[in-house]
């Protein structure tokens, strides 16, 4: 899976890397409550539907793997996943394509490939 399948690496995709380890490449923290000021939340789907739908053009299948961590990483797991958790909530309630997010397993998703 991890070198066949991955777009750019097999790590978090641009703009969505949440470790506290990861000084260098910490982005901004996935905000969707939207009365505070550094509420991000539309702005974080589009790019990520973005880089799906550019993501899907290279791919045959209708299931897609977006890796959400990296070597070495989850120093601080809860701050990982509380960002991916927001991630999904209000990616799938928000976004105008037809994409679902879920998690998985490799084995689910080399399940729904060939489902």
């Keep these: 899976i991890f070198t066949g399948i991955m777009q750019d690496h097999y790590c978090w995709a641009n703009g969505f ?10 982005d901004d923290p996935f905000i969707s409550h939207k009365r505070l000021s550094t509420f991000n939340a539309d702005q974080k789907t589009k790019d990520l539907t973005d880089y799906l739908l550019e993501m899907h053009e290279n791919y045959r299948g209708t299931h897609l793997m977006i890796p959400m961590g990296c070597d070495f990483a989850y120093a601080n797991a809860r701050l990982g996943f509380e960002n991916v958790d927001r991630i999904i909530d209000y990616f799938n309630a928000h976004n ?19 489902s």
Excluded: F, R
Excluded at 97 to 114: K, Q, R, V
């Design 17 to 26: 890397w949440y470790d506290e380890k990861m000084d260098l490449t910490h």
């Design 96 to 114: 105008d394509e037809n994409i679902e997010l879920i998690y998985s397993t490799p084995g689910a998703y080399l399940d729904g490939m060939y």
